[in-house]
């Protein structure tokens, strides 16, 4: 009877480990709806706003956030907009503005704040690409957050690259498609058939010492290019 109750006792201990596993959190993405006050205060800039909060469990515990220009099928410009552990990054701010500049072509800017898990916001340099060959074209773009007509969380993996914000832009050469967000991999096609698409790009890592050495090798890279 006492080798019954142990081996039953057994088997519940390892049925409650094996659930325990599979309750595991997962990382997570989501896009937090605009209320009609925040639209309005954003429209005051011209701003199309974007927010993404973020839960990275033990899963993902580093990240790496890269801006990257592509023109006509080619990787024109990237930059590293940041990087770090899973503590460091708790919610995303994207602006984005689309206007005319001094000489009267269209520009695009954009504005990226990142806050930390203990409240401390952090902001990126802007990124700000003008078009001069469509100063007297018509110009036409469309922009998009990712997670943004979603209310429920998106479970990101470590070793992926994801979309989180992307405006795909048409310079009258027949070369629109419409980008979407999400894993890179799925719209490195769309990507590379497009006019032009600019995008914010996020590469996540089991920890956050291989996303710094990521991003120390990149940073490299981009150098020995100037």
């Given at each position: 009877m006492q080798y019954v109750a142990r081996k039953l006792l057994f088997?519940?201990?390892?049925?409650?480990?094996?659930?325990?596993?599979?309750?595991?959190?997962q990382s997570t993405v989501q896009g937090v709806q605009l209320s009609d006050r925040e639209e309005k205060i954003a429209a005051l800039g011209n701003y199309m706003v974007g927010i993404l909060e973020f839960s990275l469990q033990e899963d993902v515990q580093g990240y790496l956030l890269q801006r990257e220009i592509w023109k006509y099928g080619e990787l024109a410009e990237e930059s590293i907009a940041a990087y770090g552990g899973a503590d460091s990054l708790?919610?995303?701010?994207?602006?984005?503005?689309?206007?005319?500049?001094s000489e009267g072509a269209p520009e695009i800017t954009w504005e990226l704040?990142?806050?930390?898990?203990?409240?401390?916001?952090?902001g990126s340099p802007f990124l700000r690409v003008a078009f001069p060959e469509c100063k007297d074209k018509e110009f036409s773009w469309s922009s998009q957050f990712?997670?943004?007509?979603?209310?429920?969380?998106i479970v990101l993996e470590a070793g992926k690259s994801y979309?989180?914000?992307?405006?795909?832009?048409?310079?009258?050469n027949d070369g629109w498609m419409d980008v979407g967000c999400g894993e890179y991999a799925e719209q490195e096609q769309n990507i590379k058939d497009s006019d032009c698409v600019i995008l914010l790009r996020m590469d996540t890592f089991a920890t956050a010492k291989e996303?710094?050495?990521?991003?120390?090798?990149?940073?490299?890279?981009?150098?020995?290019?100037?």
């Open positions: 088997f519940c201990c390892i049925l409650t480990l094996c659930l325990t596993g599979c309750a595991a959190k708790e919610a995303l701010y994207i602006g984005h503005k689309q206007e005319k500049n704040l990142r806050v930390r898990k203990d409240g401390y916001g952090k990712w997670g943004q007509n979603r209310t429920e969380p979309i989180l914000a992307v405006e795909s832009i048409d310079l009258g996303a710094k050495a990521e991003a120390e090798t990149r940073e490299q890279e981009n150098r020995a290019k100037l």
